[in-house]
T-cell receptor, first 112, second 110 residues
């Protein structure tokens, strides 16, 4: 069974631009969550989708948005990029609550 | 959400047993306790999950006392490759999102 796949692995963007990150979950997993990891703030929850619906949202500004498609693949979008958005963005998929979450390798975003 | 408290860092030597304790004083009845391991520039990896008493798998054991206000992850005979950050999480059964704390940075030396 293929693992969680995130694309691209690395990305460099300029302040003010927007970016879209992609996550393909493990087959059969309907829950996809996104996390931001920075040295200063650690691992922070962004949002979670289940069956194309956003079920939970973390404390991030509206510039951060996401969606999930009918095949459970998910995308995360960040608009009007700021330098502080530079981080490792991780996606995780799982079958349901209290089941093992499988993380992708992440997308390393650098905003210059 | 139940908040967790764990040591910032720990040091050990190869072959020793390492015990990392996590405090979660306001854990709710339906919450589970889960531990993840993370290496630099990689996503976290599930280690073990439990609700009460003791759980053991091929890599670790998880001890949870009766009051469930704390838990201890036990790693038997650690090796250099166990150097990583270990996160203790308390999961609300109604949520599928994971809330990570600061984690414990374990350094294993030869």
């Amino acid at each position: 069974k293929a693992g969680v796949t995130q694309t691209p692995r690395y990305l460099i963007k300029t302040r003010g631009q927007q970016v879209t990150l992609s996550c393909s979950p493990i087959s059969g997993h309907r829950s996809v969550s996104w996390y931001q990891q920075t040295p200063g703030q650690g691992l922070q929850f962004l949002f979670e989708y289940f069956s194309e619906t956003q079920r939970n949202k973390g404390n991030f500004p509206g510039r951060f948005s996401g969606r999930q498609f009918s095949n459970s693949r998910s995308e995360m979008n960040v608009s009007t990029l700021e330098l502080g958005d530079s981080a490792l963005y991780l996606c995780a998929s799982r079958e349901g609550a209290n089941t093992e979450a499988f993380f992708g390798q992440g997308t390393r975003l650098t905003v210059v | 959400l139940a908040k967790t408290t764990q040591p910032i860092s720990m040091d050990s030597y190869e072959g020793q047993e390492v015990n990392i304790t996590c405090s979660h004083n306001n854990i709710a009845t339906n919450d589970y306790i889960t531990w993840y391991q993370q290496f630099p520039s990689q996503g976290p990896r599930f280690i073990i999950q439990g609700y009460k008493t003791k759980v053991t798998n091929e890599v670790a054991s998880l001890f949870i006392p009766a009051d469930r206000k704390s838990s201890t992850l036990s790693l038997p005979r650690v090796s250099l490759s166990d150097t990583a950050v270990y996160y203790c999480l308390v999961e609300d059964t109604g949520r599928r999102a994971l809330t990570f704390g600061s984690g414990t940075r374990l350094q294993v030396q030869p």
